[in-house]
């Protein structure tokens, strides 16, 4: 296995390969016949990159097609257009790549920032119009090999992406070079699902689930039934109350929640097992592009056998029958069908507000949400009363649910909540409270203490001053390509991200992004900051730290949630 990246200049080039089984190091500097010639060697090894799917393997391919880096890197950077138009012929290459990018919104810079590593970026710049002296040259090899050496880190991470990808290809016998395919690219295959020569053009003549039973709620009923008639269908929401509780109808799932709510009892958070697969397969809901819908059920049912019996197995079949929604609104996949995928989010959204319209008079609604409803019981011992009514509405509509039991929940609104078990373990979503990890790691100690706040009662001041390790402090930041540049105070940067800090030293600065010589303020960017860009690991906290920031937005989140005053 090859990991790789690529660094293109006006006059030069250079690409960096490790070798992850014998950690050799290969660096070609403008040499093409000799990066075609190792090419050729490991043709058939995987050759591994951050975002290489949209730029680096086009860079190698270009190459070897007789191109200059120069010109697709234009056409790709300059152009923004994708690498595959660039030459026709670029599919007969043969090469195994597979992209460790999982979230296109975060920059390989970030993620090593979030790692805590070193994201000093090259003093030299791309903007250079003039062949690099050779000073420059050993600079950017230095900083080419580290962002390689940082993408086997995200590799090691996510090593689970990749299994899962490899096992899917074993499981349906696929040729290696479906390794470079996306999820939704790689379960249209496996359906063998393509789109007709025709389009369809049906995408609002979506249907209600013959089974569905709604009584009370009529009016959602009606704004589905008169919103296919609008000019722009997908522009229209139906705001409403559903049990008591604030909810949006519109195209992307439920969503109701009790705002600012903290209660203790009996809780049920019932969930539908896999709700858009079933859907998809109880009511024909599966894109019509799929040559044999029996695959998709089949595939399903093995997946649950497997979960079952605790088979690893299951997490590579997870992305074939999650994947197959999203790729049905995505009109370069296979399994494009927006008249399907409507029906699976409206028939979803539907039937799950026929079980709220049954549990409504026996319990209270605290949320729902695309798969679900979390509620209140009026004593433990109606259990069997929920759980009865549960039971008729899955016989009818032939979902099935699953429940989980809590005794405390703590809810800021529908994305941003804790729900405790009697236990003391906990689940929770939203960028406030959500646990993070080494590759999602900003301002880990404000979520660290506004949860054992919750959790546990200690006062975010203990978490907060008690704490001496700097990289807890860390705020990662990125200048979108909207914007020119950054500035520290007066001073202009060359880098686009950055590790930030608070500070109580009247020496440091604020640090803004600019666009069109205005400058603007960065989200949750202290007014006096210190910036770290090398590796943080291991560092201790510096007299100069400003902890009261930290506290501050602690205090604020906690706040939020219980929906008080500043």
Not at 92 to 101: A, E, P, R, S
Not at 165 to 170: D, G, P, R, T, W
Not at 274 to 284: H, K, N, R, T
Not at 378 to 383: A, V
Request: proline letters at 4%.
């Amino acid at each position: 296995m090859l990991f790789y990246d690529f660094e293109v200049f006006h006059d030069d080039w250079l690409v960096v390969i490790i070798d992850a089984a014998t950690k050799q190091e290969h660096t070609f500097i403008n040499d093409e016949q000799g990066l075609i010639d190792f090419y050729n060697e490991h043709r058939n090894d995987i050759w591994v990159g951050y975002n290489s799917r949209h730029y680096d393997q086009y860079i190698l391919k270009a190459i070897i097609c007789g191109f200059s880096p120069q010109e697709i890197n234009h056409w790709i950077i300059v152009k923004r257009e994708p690498g595959w138009k660039f030459f026709r012929d670029f599919w007969k290459i043969q090469l195994f790549n597979f992209d460790i990018m999982t979230n296109k919104f975060r920059s390989l810079k970030q993620l090593e920032g979030f790692m805590g590593h070193d994201i000093r970026e090259t003093s030299v710049s791309f903007e250079t119009m003039r062949k690099l002296t050779d000073e420059e040259i050993q600079e950017v090899i230095k900083y080419c090999r580290h962002d390689v050496q940082e993408t086997m880190h995200i590799f090691a991470e996510n090593i689970d992406e990749f299994t899962s990808q490899m096992e899917l290809l074993k499981m349906f016998d696929l040729p290696l070079r479906h390794i470079s395919k996306t999820k939704a690219q790689l379960s249209a295959f496996i359906l063998d699902a393509k789109q007709p020569n025709i389009p369809r053009n049906d995408e609002f003549n979506y249907t209600l689930p013959d089974t569905l039973q709604i009584n009370k709620y009529t009016e959602v009923l009606d704004f589905y039934k008169s919103a296919k008639s609008f000019p722009e269908p997908y522009a229209e929401i139906f705001p409403t109350d559903i049990a008591g509780v604030p909810h949006i109808f519109a195209w992307g799932g439920i969503h109701g929640a009790r705002q600012n709510y903290y209660g203790e009892g009996y809780f049920l958070l019932i969930d539908v097992a896999s709700y858009y697969p079933a859907l998809m397969i109880e009511y024909d809901y599966l894109s019509r592009n799929v040559k044999n819908p029996a695959k998709f059920r089949e595939i399903r049912d093995t997946r649950i056998k497997y979960k079952l019996a605790e088979d690893k197995r299951q997490a590579p079949l997870k992305i074939v029958i999650n994947g197959t929604y999203g790729a049905m609104k995505d009109k370069y996949n296979g399994l494009y069908d927006p008249l399907q995928a409507n029906n699976v989010c409206i028939g979803g959204m539907t039937l799950l507000l026929d079980l709220i319209e049954k549990l409504e008079p026996y319990c209270q609604l605290i949320q729902s949400n695309t798969d679900g409803v979390l509620v209140k019981l009026n004593h433990p011992d109606d259990y069997y009363l929920i759980d009865d009514i549960c039971y008729e509405w899955e016989q009818r509509t032939r979902m099935e649910l699953e429940f989980e039991e809590y005794v405390k929940v703590i809810q800021k609104d529908v994305n941003n909540y804790i729900l405790i078990a009697e236990n003391g373990k906990y689940y929770s979503k939203g960028a406030y409270v959500k646990k993070l990890n080494p590759l999602d790691n900003d301002l880990p100690i404000v979520n660290e203490a506004v949860v054992k706040y919750f959790i546990d009662g200690i006062e975010p001041e203990e978490t907060i001053f008690n704490c001496t390790e700097l990289l807890k402090f860390q705020k990662v930041v990125k200048i979108s390509s909207k914007y020119e540049y950054a500035r520290y105070g007066i001073r202009r940067m060359s880098e686009n991200v950055f590790r930030v800090f608070a500070s109580i030293d009247k020496n440091d600065a604020e640090l803004l992004k600019v666009r069109d010589g205005l400058a603007s303020k960065i989200g949750y960017t202290p007014d006096r900051c210190f910036i770290v860009n090398d590796d943080v690991r291991g560092m201790k906290v510096p007299s100069k730290l400003d902890y009261w920031w930290y506290l501050d937005l602690a205090n604020k989140r906690i706040n939020d949630f219980l929906g008080h005053e500043d």
